[in-house]
């Protein structure tokens, strides 16, 4: 199966469960029976704009291995322990700064709205997507060069920001 959310770039899921649910948003996490009710899986993710709705869900022994991972505070590429690295600002598309809140690396750096950030640490930012994927793979604590547009002026600044814990996604 092929899935995206929110216009994020497509992921190919495999190994899924196929099942016929009424699935709905807030579902995710929950179990999934088989004819005996024995859990058999996690419900992970769903179709959306069809009559019918088709559910996937991982097999439960893959959920209970991601579960003692979490469990015993080992991160690796798909599991973040912890609060993931923030910068502080609101995008609009291609990179374009919609809001920067107070008290962040955003606004210690200087950013502000209609800035646009161009690079992390020399890799290019070509879009929301690309910039928020950059920054994934940063902790808070991590110190990181910004390159940006000033809106205002159109001249290209750099400066050092130092990554903070963030909100949970």
């Known amino acids: 199966m092929t899935a995206s959310s929110n216009g994020s770039s497509a992921e190919t899921l495999d190994g899924l469960i ?3 649910a009424a699935v709905v948003a807030g579902d995710s996490g929950g179990p999934v029976f088989d004819d005996e009710g024995e859990v ?4 992970t993710a769903a ?4 009559v019918d709705t088709v559910a996937y869900a991982i097999d439960i022994e893959d959920a209970l291995v ?12 798909t599991v973040t322990i912890g609060y993931p690295a923030f910068l502080g600002i609101s995008l609009g598309s291609a990179g374009e700064v919609a809001g920067v809140l107070e008290g962040t690396p955003a606004a210690w750096s200087g950013l502000v709205a209609g800035d646009v950030i161009t690079a992390v640490d020399g890799v290019p ?11 994934e793979a940063y902790s808070p604590g991590d110190t990181v060069t910004l390159t940006w547009t000033v809106g205002s002026s159109g001249a290209s600044t750099s400066a ?4 903070i814990a963030g909100p949970a996604d």
């Open 18 to 20: 196929q099942f016929s």
């Open 66 to 77: 991601i579960a003692h991972q979490i469990e015993s505070g080992v991160s690796s590429d």
């Open 160 to 163: 050092p920001v130092t990554l």
């Open 125 to 135: 930012v070509t879009s929301s997507t690309s910039l928020s994927e950059l920054l």
């Open 47 to 50: 179709s959306s704009g069809t």
């Open 40 to 43: 058999i899986g996690m419900t």
